[in-house]
């Protein structure tokens, strides 16, 4: 154990040597048999990373491939965000965050591999999933079934990224980067929900997508049906004890959960690196060809982009490169170490399958032979407890609980999972400022705002005589919908308002005044609000935002999961009540200030914005204007709203995303020393319990001039700009392991 950092070090100049550089324009073979990967002849180990080009910016992407690069990685994986490629039907998108091309061609002049999850189905927390939402309009269609209208469209967006893909010579088979495509996602979750249709559309999808004939392996993963020559691949926190369905196809890992992601309301996961280094060094262990890490770098949900209900802005999912594209450490050194060490054994490794030993009581090794004296050894111990001492090939070896050491050449141990010796740093990227961050206060004087109209504020507004759904009424245009009625009483008197919301938020208006707000949670986004209240005499004005914070991205039939409204009652206090949900209603989509342009900054220097003393704080509906003048250095920026309610931030004009600092987590069910030990699921290692999910905001430093920058709030509850502060982000600070 005391030679690991002699052998680190002999690895770490190996593996780079040995790195795979490949030749722009030649053509390269990829296929596949039971052991791996066969690239141009040679059976590959290879890890992969996943990191989505539009959450980060252009000029993000080469850092963070770099330390991928450096961190061991062969493969970045990304899947292609249909909904902001084809905003409007048949009107393509590719440019800024959204430059696939570009991306792909930025991992090859890496000279990485690439892993296109073309879908279109995404999943990954990403608004609707990715589908776009015109989609959902389209006569007769049905998503992720057999259905003529949805297949058709999913054809068309195929074709258009596979073409997209041949024009630029990216394949493999024409010299570019991608080794490997996926078609669908995780379809295999869902498929007892769509029957026979089901279990068609996955034979289609397959068809479908072999009929490309781009000469690289398709994979579709969670998918046990997937017909050959589809290899079926495993997600999850675990994938040693996955079998592929057929003895023909390697073993491979397409989403192995580094973190999990974040979501309004909740405390933040966190998942141990020495449990992650324990669950690819089993994979290996038992087989494994392929490994990827979901994320490798997480990153940011811009402006709308998140996926709902209620997922977050930042999209940091713990990942070895955080979420402004700083190295995360302990856990991006240790798994470096880590890879240099399986990638050691990799000729072993794909030479056939391992000799078992038991070891004793949850202790094993598996030996891969390349000669009858020329072996790697993987010795385990997954007792989730007790340490052991163990004997292999006449050594004694010590083996922490839960834990696997790799030895190359069946003798020396040159990594074990449960000893990290990278460097630690401190802090997380959400809510943690780091040590060395630098800090703007936004001072008072500057600030501008505007407050919106309650209610109906245009003549575009439009009656029904029930409550409607809401993404079929705003069509995702907005994350409001404005519902509007009015209540009649012959005398002043006390009743109660019963509201059910099939979610996400709302904030309800007596009168124009503030009377209540409910909201949902990620697991279920629908919600009741019960309020006393007092009627005037006369006409009463009930005024109900409605709000969305991420159309739904997940589960069987999810393209149809509905918001908004869908009762609303009156009772008196002897419990007689009125229906009111299919009284007059008045619908206005969007709030004034998003019609007015508020976050434009053609708007900045306009005369709509008051200007004074007495700014208010704690107001429902107002936006909020001022500048900034941004702190020096080239780093990040974070933009801390701990003293805002609800709502959205732009910096120049460009979307930040959503905030949400008023909802806390619950005050339990958080442990800042999670036990690595022991299976792990997304609930066992939370921090921040009882505080904001996130209360940091990334700017990235592309997005601010020099001079004077503009920053707009919408906010949506009620908040206190005057303590909004601004810091710049620099490398985490390093401390030394004890
Ligand atoms: C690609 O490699 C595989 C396995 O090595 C081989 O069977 C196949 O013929 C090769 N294909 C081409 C087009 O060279
Ligand atoms: C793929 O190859 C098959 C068989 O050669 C052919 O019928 C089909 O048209 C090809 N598809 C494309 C998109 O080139
Ligand atoms: C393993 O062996 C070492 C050295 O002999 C000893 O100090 C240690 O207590 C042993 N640990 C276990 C769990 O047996
Ligand atoms: C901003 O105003 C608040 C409240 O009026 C005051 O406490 C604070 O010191 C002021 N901050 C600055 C930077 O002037
Ligand atoms: C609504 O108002 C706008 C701007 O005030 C005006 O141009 C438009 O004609 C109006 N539309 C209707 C239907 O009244
Ligand atoms: C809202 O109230 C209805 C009727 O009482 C009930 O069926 C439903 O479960 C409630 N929903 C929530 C989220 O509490
Ligand atoms: C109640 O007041 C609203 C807003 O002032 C108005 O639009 C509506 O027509 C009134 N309703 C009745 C029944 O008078
Ligand atoms: C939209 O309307 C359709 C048809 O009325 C309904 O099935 C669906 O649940 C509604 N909501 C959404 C989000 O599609
Ligand atoms: C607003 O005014 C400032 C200072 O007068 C100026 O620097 C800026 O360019 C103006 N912005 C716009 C959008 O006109
Ligand atoms: C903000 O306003 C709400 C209701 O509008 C009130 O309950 C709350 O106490 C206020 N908070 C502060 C800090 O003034």
Not at 415 to 443: E, I, Y
Not at 472 to 481: A, P
Not at 524 to 532: G, H, L, R, T, V
């Amino acid at each position: 154990m005391a030679k690991d950092g002699i052998f680190g070090f002999i690895f770490f100049a190996s593996v780079l040597y040995g790195a795979w550089f490949f030749e722009v324009g030649l053509s390269v073979n990829v296929s596949y048999d039971s052991k791996a990967l066969i690239i141009d002849g040679r059976k590959r180990i290879l890890q992969s990373g996943s990191v989505h080009y539009p959450r980060a910016t252009p000029e993000m992407w080469p850092g963070i491939i770099e330390k991928a690069k450096e961190g061991g990685l062969d493969v970045i994986e990304t899947y292609v965000f249909w909904n902001y490629h084809e905003p409007v039907k048949g009107q393509y998108y590719f440019e800024g965050r959204f430059d696939l091309v570009k991306f792909v061609k930025t991992v090859q002049d890496a000279g990485l591999f690439v892993h296109l999850r073309i879908g279109p189905y995404a999943c990954a927390e990403w608004n609707y999933g990715g589908f776009p939402l015109w989609l959902h309009f389209v006569p007769g269609i049905q998503f992720r079934t057999t259905n003529g209208p949805f297949q058709a469209e999913m054809e068309l967006f195929l074709t258009k990224i596979v073409n997209l893909m041949k024009e630029e010579n990216l394949f493999a088979s024409q010299g570019g980067p991608i080794i490997l495509a996926q078609v669908e996602n995780e379809y295999g979750n869902v498929e007892w929900a769509y029957g026979t249709g089901g279990e068609l559309y996955v034979k289609w999808a397959a068809e479908t997508a072999l009929n490309y004939n781009i000469s690289i392996p398709w994979v579709m993963c969670s998918q046990e049906d997937a017909p050959d020559p589809i290899i079926n691949t495993c997600n999850g926190f675990y994938c040693d004890t996955f079998i592929p369905n057929s003895p023909s196809k390697p073993k491979m890992w397409t989403e192995d959960y580094t973190g999990w992601f974040l979501s309004f309301g909740y405390p933040v996961p966190y998942r141990p690196v020495k449990d992650l280094a324990f669950a690819v060094a089993r994979f290996f262990e038992k087989g494994g060809t392929f490994h990827n890490y979901y994320m490798y770098f997480g990153g940011t949900n811009f402006g709308r982009t998140a996926g709902g209900p209620l997922v977050a802005t930042s999209y940091d999912y713990d990942a070895p490169i955080d979420e402004y594209g700083f190295i995360r450490q302990p856990k991006w050194g240790h798994l470096r170490d880590l890879h240099m060490a399986i990638k050691q054994c990799e000729e072993y490794l794909v030479n056939g399958d391992p000799k078992q030993l038991s070891l004793g009581m949850n202790l094993e090794a598996d030996v891969y032979y390349t000669t009858p004296t020329d072996c790697a050894a993987f010795l385990a111990n997954y007792g989730t407890n007790l340490d052991a001492n163990v004997t292999f090939n006449g050594k004694k070896y010590f083996l922490p609980a839960w834990s696997v050491s790799i030895l190359p050449d069946c003798k020396n141990v040159v990594f074990n999972t449960a000893k990290v010796v990278a460097q630690k740093t401190v802090g997380d990227a959400a809510s943690t400022p780091s040590a060395s961050a630098s800090k703007v206060s936004l001072s008072n004087s500057s600030w501008s705002w505007y407050l919106e109209k309650v209610g109906v504020w245009s003549n575009d507004s439009f009656t029904a005589n029930s409550l409607l759904e809401q993404i079929n009424t705003t069509k995702d245009t907005s994350d409001f919908l404005w519902y509007t009625t009015s209540i009649e009483a012959d005398e002043k008197r006390d009743a109660f308002l019963l509201i059910e919301s099939l979610g996400h938020a709302a904030l309800i208006f007596l009168n124009k005044k503030v009377l209540a707000f409910g909201y949902g949670y990620h697991d279920d986004a629908s919600f009741n609000i019960s309020e006393k209240i007092s009627l005037e005499q006369g006409n009463n004005t009930l005024d109900i935002i409605s709000m969305i914070i991420g159309v739904q991205n997940y589960g069987p039939w999810f393209d149809i999961m509905g918001a908004g409204l869908y009762s609303v009652i009156l009772a008196d206090l002897k419990n007689v009540k009125e229906d009111y949900s299919s009284n007059e209603w008045t619908y206005q989509v969007g709030t004034e200030g998003e019609s007015l342009g508020l976050d434009n900054t053609d708007l900045a220097n306009s005369s709509i914005w008051t200007q004074g003393s007495s700014l208010p704080i704690n107001q429902s509906l107002i936006w909020y204007k001022s500048t900034f003048i941004a702190p020096e250095g080239d780093g990040p920026l974070s933009l801390n709203l701990a003293s805002m309610g609800k709502g959205q931030a732009w910096v120049n004009g460009q979307n930040i995303g959503r905030y949400w600092s008023a909802y806390l987590s619950p005050t339990s069910g958080c442990t800042d020393n999670c036990d690595y030990r022991g299976t792990y699921d997304a609930q066992k290692c939370q921090k921040k319990c009882g505080q904001p999910a996130q209360i940091l905001y990334h700017i990235p430093r592309t997005w601010v001039n020099p001079g004077e920058n503009l920053l707009v709030l919408h906010e949506e509850l009620g908040g206190d700009p005057s303590k909004i502060s601004l810091m710049t982000r620099n490398e985490q600070g390093v401390l030394t392991n004890p």
